[in-house]
Each structure stands twice: as C-alpha cells, then as structure tokens.
C-alpha cells in the first residue's frame, strides 16, 4: 500500500464550486446522479483531472453534457477535460445494504446514513474527496421512507422526495443522508442575533423518551459557544440522528450530526451518570466543530488535530464550567495517561501532526485527540488568557471559509502576541512523551529547582529536540500553608533552573500544578512528603496526583518486593475520604487506584519486566486492605451519600453516587456482596444497578445477578452491551477468555455491530490480567476475532489491534505468543490496509 506523506501536498488541480445530487434510494441499487461545477485552480499548475471513487458501479458520464468515457484507474478516474470552468456530470450506482464497513451510505436497521470522514464520499460517487476542496452543496434524495435529511436548510419535500440546500461551502467528508422511519424530539433556540432555529433530535420509534438530556446539552453547547468563543450557528435547522451501527461516538456532518446511538440516548433507568456527562460532552464536541472543523477546516488531513485537538480542548472547557472544574481536569488526565501516553511511549507513537500514514483511518488518535487539546492548553497558559481570547478571534476572522494548516493557526497567536512559535511548534512535529527530571536546592532562603527534559526516541525519530514546557508551580511551608502561589515557569532548554528568594524555610515543591503540561514528572520524593501534599496542596489536580503517586508507590513495593500494603497510603486516603468538606466526586477519585495498565507502564519505565498477574494480584490485596481499614467510614458514606431525591445527572448528584459506590465497592470486600446485592435488588437507576452488578461480579456472587439484569434488559441493545461488557471486564483472570468465548456464541453477539464487538472484545482488551493471561488463550481469541472481523469491517478491527500494542514490555514467553498471532493475522489473505498497516507497526 502506498504511503502519503505531509511534505508531498500539492494543491488541488481544480476547484468546485457548486454540487448538485440526487439520491434514488435503494438497498441493492442506490443511484446517485452527481452534477458538479469544476474550475482550473488558477493556484495549480497541475493539469490533470483526476476524482476519487471506490467500490461505485459507473452508469454514465458527461462533461457539459457531451458523453465522455473516462478511464477507470485505482482509487479514482481520469478524464480529458477544457482547459476553462466546466460541468461534470455522472451517474453511479450503490448498494448500501451491502455496506458493513460503515464508511460512505449504508444501512443501520432499516435506515440509510452516511459516514464520510474521512474518506468515505469516494464510495458515493466520483469527487475529489480531499478536505481543501470546499463546495457549496444541494441535494435532492427520493426514496419511499417518511424522513429523508440532509445538510443545510430544508428547500421543499413532498410525496417520496426531500431537497436540501446547505449555503456555506464545505469539504465532501462533511456531507450527510440519512432516510429512515425516525421520530422526532424537537426543540428550539433562537440565536443571540435573532436566528430562530429548530432543533430535532431523530430516533427510531421507541427511543424518543430518551432525547430530553441531548436536547438540553445541545442548547447548553449553542449559548456557551456564543458566550465563551463568540460563535453563533449559522443555520435555520440543526438535526442530530441516533444511528446503532457507528464505527465510532459521532460526526459533525453540517447541520446534520449523525451520532452512535450510545452517544445521544439516554434516562436515568438504562444510563450511567458518566454516560450522561459523556452524552453532553459529545453532543458539545459535534456541535463545536460547526465553528472549529466546519466553517474552518483542514487543508489535509495531516493537519487533523487543527480541528480535533482545538475541538476537545473546548468541549473540555464546557464540561469545565458547566461540571467541576478539578474533577474534570482530574478525568482527562487519566485518560491522558491510560490511552495518549500508552501510545506515546510505544510501536504506535506518532506526532500530533504525523508526517505520513498507509490508511488516515488509523490517526484518530489519543496523540491527535487529547495530546493536541493539551497542546492547545499549554499556549493558552503560555500566552495567557486575554491573548488566547484575541489570538481565536483573529482566527476565525480571517479564516472563515477556508481549509487550514497548523502554521495558519500558529501565525494568529505570533500576530497577536509577538512571540515566535517556532520552538513551540515541535509539540506539533515530535512524538513521545517528555520526561521532566527535577531537582531542588535551598540555600539562605533561596530556592532553586533544576528541571531536566528528555524525550526518548520513537519510531522514526531518534533525535530530541527541546520543547517549551510550561510548568505550574506552587510552593508550601512547613506548616502546610502556601507561600508561593501558582506561578508558570516557562521552560525552553534542556536543563533549565528557576529560582525564588527570601523563603523563611525550606518549602514543599508543588510541581506541574493543573498538570500544565502532558509531560513525565521524575522527582526524588518520600511518602511522608506525598502526604503532605495530599492533605494541604491547594491544586486539586496535585493533592489528587499526590494520593495517586502513594498508591502507585506502594503498589510497586508490593510487587516488587512482596512488600505488605502500605500504611501511610491507607491513612491517607482514609482521612481524605473522611473530610466531608471536600467534593465528594474528588473524594470519589482518590479513593481509585491506578489501573492495571499504569502499573505495567510504571514498572516497565523503571526497568521491572510487569508480570499481569501479579499487578492483579496486588490491586486485589491492596483493596482488600484498604476495605478492612476504612471498614467504618465505608458504611457511613455509602449510607450518608446516597441520593434521596428524584434522579438528576448532574453534578452534584453524580457526585455523591460516586461517593457512595466507591463505599459500596469497600463494603463488598468484606461481606460476601450483601449490600451490593440489596442495592442491585433496590437500583432505581442504572448507575446504582450496573456499579452493584459489578461488584457482585468480583466478589464471585454474579450469577443470579447477571441472569436478572439480562432478563430485565434483554430489549435494550444499549444495556445488553453493557451485560456484554461488565462480564468479561470483571472475569477472573484465568476465565476472561473462556467468558469472552462464550458470549461471541451468544444470540445477541453480532460481531457487525461495532458497539457490541467493542464492548465483549474490546472488554477482553480492557481486562489486563486476563488477556495477558500467560496461556496465550487472550491472545489467540482476539486474532481469531480480528480475523473474521477484517473483511467485515476493517475500520473497527484497525482500533481493536492497539490492544496488542504494549507486547514488547512483557516476558519472552507473552513476547513469542503474540508475535505468532500478529503474524498469523498479518498473513490472513486480502487483509485490509488498515489493519496491515496497525499490525505492521505494532510488530516493528
Ligand atoms: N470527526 C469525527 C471523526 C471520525 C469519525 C466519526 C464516526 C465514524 C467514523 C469517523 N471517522 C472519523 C468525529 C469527531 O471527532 O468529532
Ligand atoms: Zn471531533
């Protein structure tokens, strides 16, 4: 397969100005007629014509209405066309319902929908399906069904036939159909200039008691854009369709986002609290991109984290203001590290604006998500908040309407501030995780802490070069109090040193406060000193990452040297989960512990070999401790926290559940899972029930449990995954690929819909010790799934195969069983390029 690279963008050859299309809907036989304005691109010398297509029947083809034959070649065709503006018109037909990749028009029960990004339009019809041709699109689609949407603002429907028109010029990926029998949860906004917009949320009929949440984040989403970033929509409908087949959460198609059904539905009864937060943070995160993504967009996709990192550096600052601040940054940092810095730090590392990629399927990841919306945090605290507010201002001023590089949004913030970017940028350019070593010297009331940076290599880069690391910093006195407030340290070389002068004592460092940078800290510390920090530090992000790093201490001492559970670590946590003055979704989080993965990670960087099952084993003595110490204050908090009054996702409330089933998690250690039996048997929402259901699960007393809760859910595809997921995640690890085995046998596995695959294998994956289980059998089930799964759907089985990506931190054995199925699956005939090109990089 051939490789594209950054540095080889040229321009495109022509332009397009005006798309005419027509849909004739069917399931075998979808035709699609296509009339398309083309003109030279006065900025290209390039001559040839050449539009993408794949897997499209082509019934005819015109220019300015004479029959042309173009010729047919890989991935496209190439026609003689006028040197001048002309028409192109052609006629292709498709077969949705043959469609189970779920890229371009498919079926999803019963109904039509599309998914274009980011390339998918080529499956269509014949375009050029790159991002930085942008075009302004009408549609008319015919089809015997009672709703049929697309882009922009409806034109006139009637008797089997609806007409779009959607004004502001946009790339194909962009482009969206759904026809279907849907119904309608509507609502209404009216714009801060005076725009009166309808909203409507489309589901399949049953599901329409399930919409008031979306709708509600939806208007949330529309007043903060307006009141924080000054954005306005831009439309007179905004549409959202519930979709149950979705490679992946949702697509910001405009005016017309198209959402996996598990990102929109949801009630109290069927949804966890975190689905709903993580409902309205993807509701936010589609309806953002109408601004950053949409009317701004990419000029290829190398530069995708322009609108995905700028995209989830605001959807994280919505759930900030609309949520807890502390507890959100907390949450994203776990992430950060559970999924950015595990693909930082081996065979998958990439820039957040990579260089070159087989299949760009495979770069909607962690490093361009999440590391590029740290990367975005990280200028705004350089640059401070009245620039960042400027620099964005300028941006979209200048760049409505056009298709956009990371030197174009670099430049705003160099105009408005005067700073030269340039050694920022490696941010963009290197890969890998930096480490920050830092050291401390207190002499006549000075202070000093020397900061070291490294990066290590990465595939393709070897060499390191400094970056600019913004490093919050606050100091503590003995007595706890702070004596230095937050201040930004701006690093820039390699070792750099900062001083502060005229402290009476020797103070207690709080270093990279709000986690200001998406870096490794290395800092000689003792328990004593975390616990300090863990009761006074005045930055939640670092009292929380103090609690965590005695966790993680003592965890390693446990494996490492068969050390007992540590004791300062329990007190700790202990008196942090007793002080009712604190937040209880804070207390919620502390009282976690580091997953299985971080531990492997954590030893593994210090030079152990992680042994899966021994992490396991430890994690499980250390909550077993941990429930007999708290014994007491467990009982209190799952009695004092629990929520009398009728069921409301917010905040508030989500917090105390929080609180009360992290008791209930300390109380089912000890009393072979009464209460959490009582409680599953008592839920009145799924939060409750599914949090009870888990630990009943892990106290071995699941099985009447499962059966119940599969019995009273058994028609709701959404919980069923749920009943899906919560077995084989909490499986023993000896059985987890047995548990997995079985329920792909089950009826309702069906390994075409993505949401079930993920949540039965990518659970497996999810389930550390057991699929690492030393008999190979994690491993040999996931390839045979990736296997069957490839011809199926190669985008999902590509995102599964990152399960094997940590291969090279364990033993030989583990090492020599993985690379048999890696290999065995890389020579599965006519294996996709997304998943060769995974597997491939993931070997080495
Ligand atoms: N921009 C979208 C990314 C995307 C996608 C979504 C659904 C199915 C396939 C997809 N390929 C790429 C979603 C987002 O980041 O908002
Ligand atoms: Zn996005």
Known sequence: P????????????????????????DPERTRVLSRIAFRPNPESREREFFLHGEGLELISSRIDGAEVTPDLVEGGLTCEVPDAPFTWEAEVEIAPVRNTALEGLYMSSGM?????????????????????????FSVRIEGDMPVLLSNGNPVSSGDGFAEWHDPWPKPAYLFALVAGDLVDHPGHFTTRSGREVALNI????????????????????????EDVYGREYDLDIFNIVAVD??????????????????CVLASPETSTDANFERIEAIIAHEYFHNWTGNRITCRDWFQLCLKEGLTVYRDSQFTADMRSAPVKRISDVIALRARQFREDNGPLAHPVRPESFVEINNFYTATVYEKGAEVIGMLKRLVGDADYARALDLYFERHDGQACTIEDWLAVFEEVTGRDLSQFKRWYSQAGTPRLKVTENFKDGEYTLEFEQKTPPTPGQDQKLPQVIPIAVGLLGPNGDEVVPTTVLEMTEARQSFSFSGLAAEPVPSILRDFSAPVILERETDNAERAFLLAHDTDPFNKWEAGRALAREG???????????????????????????????????????????????????????????????????LRQARAQHCQ?????????????????PDAQQTGARALANA?????????????????????????????ALSCLLQAGKGEDAVARFYDQWRHDRLVIDKWFMMQVLHAEPAEAAATTERLTRHSDFDMKNPNRFRATLGALAANPAGFHHASGAGYRLLADWLIRLDPVNPQTTARMCSAFETWKRYDDSRQALVAAELDRVLSTPALSRDTTEMLSRIRG
Not at 208 to 217: N, S, Y
Not at 603 to 621: F, N, S, V, Y
Request: aromatic fraction near 10%.
């Open 663 to 691: 008791a209930l998690g300390l109380i089912s250690r000890l009393d072979g899972g009464a209460a959490a039996q009582r409680q599953f048997d008592t839920a009145t929402n799924m939060t409750q029930q599914l949090y």
């Open 555 to 621: 965890l390693c001492e446990m494996i490492v040297a068969g050390a007992p559970p540590d004791a300062a670590y329990l007190d700790a946590v202990q008196a942090m989960a007793r002080d009712d003055a604190l937040d209880p979704a804070f207390r919620a989080l502390a009282l976690g512990l580091p997953s299985q993965d971080d531990m492997a990670q954590t030893l593994h960087e210090r030079g152990h070999t992680p042994d899966p099952q021994a992490i396991w084993e430890a994690l499980e003595t």
């Open 245 to 262: 087949d979705f490679n992946m959460g949702a697509m910001e198609n405009k005016g017309l986002n198209i959402f996996n059904s598990s």
């Open 2 to 25: 051939q490789t594209i690279h950054l540095s080889d963008y040229t321009p495109p050859a022509y332009l397009v100005d005006k798309v005419e299309l027509t849909f004739r809907l």
């Open 202 to 225: 489309w589901v399949r009929p049953g599901d329409e008691d399930k919409c008031a949440f979306a709708m509600e984040a939806l208007k949330k989403s529309m007043t903060w854009d």
């Open 112 to 136: 039509y929908c599309t998914q274009c990004e980011a390339e998918g339009f080529r499956k269509i019809t014949y375009y050029p399906d790159r991002p930085d041709v942008m075009a302004v």
């Open 632 to 648: 007491d204050l467990a009982a209190r908090l799952h009695a004092q926290y629990q929520v009398t009054e009728p069921y409301r």
